[in-house]
């Protein structure tokens, strides 16, 4: 049993900032992708950024320079630290990874969080 659970949304004025967490937990052997995703009302949910366990990053052209991602690999978590937020960024935002539970078969899994609630005002 695999549980992603974040934190660190809320409402915040445009031009703030926030950080999201979210942290793995449960029988899990390895994981690899890990990325935060955002739903806004109406829309279809789409990848913000991405991190691969060495490091390597990708954004969403709408948050380039403003969104950075990053992840501790000790302790299965993967971060969010937004930036100059616009009201456009208002979204639900939810944690996804890829994770391998059994070292055996090396089946690869994906576990999304509950979603947290990110509102910028104007």
């Known amino acids: 049993q695999v549980q992603l659970v974040e934190s660190g949304g809320g409402l915040v004025q445009a031009g703030g900032s926030l950080r999201l967490s979210c942290a793995a937990s449960g029988s899990i052997f390895s994981i690899n992708f890990m990325g935060w995703y955002r739903q806004a009302p109406g829309k279809q949910r789409d990848l913000v950024a991405a991190i691969t366990p060495?490091?390597?990053?990708?954004?969403?052209?709408?948050?380039?320079?403003?969104?950075?991602?990053?992840?501790?690999?000790?302790?299965?978590?993967?971060?969010?630290?937004?930036?100059?937020?616009?009201?456009?960024?208002?979204?639900?935002?939810?944690?996804?990874?890829?994770?391998?539970?059994?070292?055996?078969?090396?089946?690869?899994?994906?576990?999304?969080?509950?979603?947290?609630?990110?509102?910028?005002?104007?």
């Open 54 to 122: 060495g490091g390597s990053t990708n954004y969403a052209d709408s948050v380039k320079g403003r969104f950075t991602i990053s992840r501790d690999n000790a302790k299965n978590t993967v971060y969010l630290q937004m930036n100059s937020l616009k009201p456009d960024d208002t979204a639900v935002y939810y944690c996804n990874a890829h994770i391998t539970t059994n070292q055996k078969t090396g089946i690869v899994n994906t576990y999304w969080g509950q979603g947290t609630q990110v509102t910028v005002s104007s």
